[in-house]
């Protein structure tokens, strides 16, 4: 059964740097999100993607963000400049067709910022 | 800004039960509800979903109610199982919107059925 991939599976670094999360999204999706966990909170929209361009973001998705799809089958996450708060599980996930239908998630980075 | 609530963070069963999960939401203009389920290190499994235009969907064991008038959902789990055991997320969106991209989630429920 296809599945959505992440990659690392656990990223640490230290305050300021950048940080590039992976994700391979299940290969006949149009449709890719972030998505961020903080330990014991809410799993939080970030963004949405489709057609090689954001459809949605939150507040959450500053400047600090951005998101490509470099090469039609990888889907990124780049934080800029990292804060301790960035410190959360993100999860990528893609559907066949927008809000409308399911979304499948990949299993999670775990980012740490020092 | 919690647009949807769970208010149980845990619920106990014992196996071959019924598992009863609620969650309740404020938008009004939500239209389409899921229950997703997460199992330590996974990322969330889609489970079952329900669109406003319906008040019950079925699958399996799972069932999910639509109370729109008291936005209300609940996922009826039935015999439950060990495996049953997860964190279960209710999701939200509203399609209609300009938000119609992305899901609202809980904060989750942490189910044990007990063998």
């Known amino acids: 059964e296809p599945e959505v991939t992440q990659t690392p599976s656990h990223q640490v670094t230290q305050m300021g740097q950048e940080v590039i999360l992976r994700c391979v999204p299940i290969?006949?999706?149009?449709?890719f999100y972030w998505y961020r966990q903080i330990l014991g909170q809410k799993v939080e929209f970030l963004v949405s993607?489709?057609?090689?361009?954001?459809?949605?973001k939150s507040e959450i998705f500053d400047d600090q963000f951005s998101v490509e799809r470099p090469d039609g089958s990888n889907f990124t996450l780049k934080i800029r400049s990292t804060k301790l708060e960035d410190s959360a599980m993100y999860f990528c996930?893609?559907?066949?067709?927008?809000?409308?239908?399911?979304?499948?998630f990949g299993p999670g980075t775990r980012l740490t910022v020092l | 800004d919690q647009q949807v609530k769970q208010n149980s963070p845990s619920l106990s069963v014992q196996e071959g039960r019924i598992s009863i999960l609620n969650c309740d939401y404020t938008?009004?203009?939500?239209?389409?509800f899921l229950w997703y389920k997460k199992y330590p290190a996974e990322g969330p499994t889609f489970l079952i979903s329900?669109?406003?235009?319906?008040d019950k969907n079925e699958d399996g064991r799972f069932t999910v109610f639509l109370n729109k008038s008291a936005k209300h959902l609940s996922l009826h789990i039935v015999p439950s199982q060990p495996g049953d055991s997860a964190v279960y997320f209710c999701?939200?969106?509203?399609?209609?919107?300009?938000?119609?991209?992305?899901?609202?989630f809980g904060t989750g429920t942490s189910l044990t059925v007990i063998p």
């Open positions: 996930a893609s559907g066949v067709r927008g809000g409308r239908n399911e979304q499948f």
């Open positions: 290969s006949n999706h149009l449709y």
């Open positions: 993607f489709y057609n090689n361009e954001i459809s949605e």
């Open positions: 938008n009004s203009m939500f239209d389409y």
């Open positions: 329900i669109s406003s235009i319906k």
């Open positions: 999701a939200a969106s509203a399609r209609l919107t300009n938000t119609g991209n992305q899901f609202y």
